[in-house]
């Protein structure tokens, strides 16, 4: 590990940030923060001359719905400078928002959009945040673990009426077919 990228350094810096745990696994490290804490971490780790984590390599969203605070976030940070990476996560629920980092990352515009599109996680003061994957009427987040399955209608464009029409979904389990021949 870069020795300016340390756990010690990380503890001191929580005093300027509040961190609420810090996790070593292997050369990779993972901080832990609340997410009203979680823009002002950002800005520090950019920002911070010792650190500079200027590139956010991506962020990732995670759906645990007996939990209190159901939605992970994960920021994976990358410091071209001194080639090391970082990993920092917080917590929220379906009913709180985050702060959008997305003016101080450009690339977190689109993660933003996308976990806002699959989770429903909001992003507060997001320049643009709105559904990238789904359609426009669509309605519920397909990444959910509570996500329905079934039961829902399908459009389509129907020739002979020369417009777009709802139908119900069937699925029905006779095209499928089983080749247990092959060992794959």
Request: charged share 25%; aromatic share 16%.
């Amino acid at each position: 590990m870069n020795s300016r990228l340390t756990v010690k350094n990380i503890q001191n810096l929580s005093k300027i940030c509040p961190v609420e745990k810090i996790q070593l696994y292997g050369q990779e490290l993972v901080i832990i923060v609340k997410s009203k804490r979680l823009y002002d971490t950002l800005t520090l780790f950019k920002y911070h001359i010792p650190y500079q984590f200027n590139i956010l390599t991506c962020i990732t969203g995670v759906d645990y719905p007996n939990n209190t605070y159901r939605f992970k976030l994960v920021y994976d940070l990358l410091s071209i400078r001194f080639n090391i990476r970082i990993r920092i996560k917080t917590f929220t629920h379906e009913l709180f928002g985050v702060d959008s980092c997305d003016q101080l990352y450009f690339t977190a515009g689109w993660y933003e959009c996308e976990i806002w599109d699959m989770y429903g996680v909001f992003f507060k003061n997001h320049s643009n945040l709105k559904r990238i994957l789904t359609d426009y009427g669509f309605e519920g987040h397909p990444l959910r673990k509570d996500f329905p399955l079934s039961g829902f209608v399908e459009m389509k464009y129907n020739e002979t009426e020369k417009r777009v029409i709802n139908e119900s979904i069937e699925l029905c389990q006779e095209y499928r077919t089983f080749k247990f021949l092959s060992p794959w």
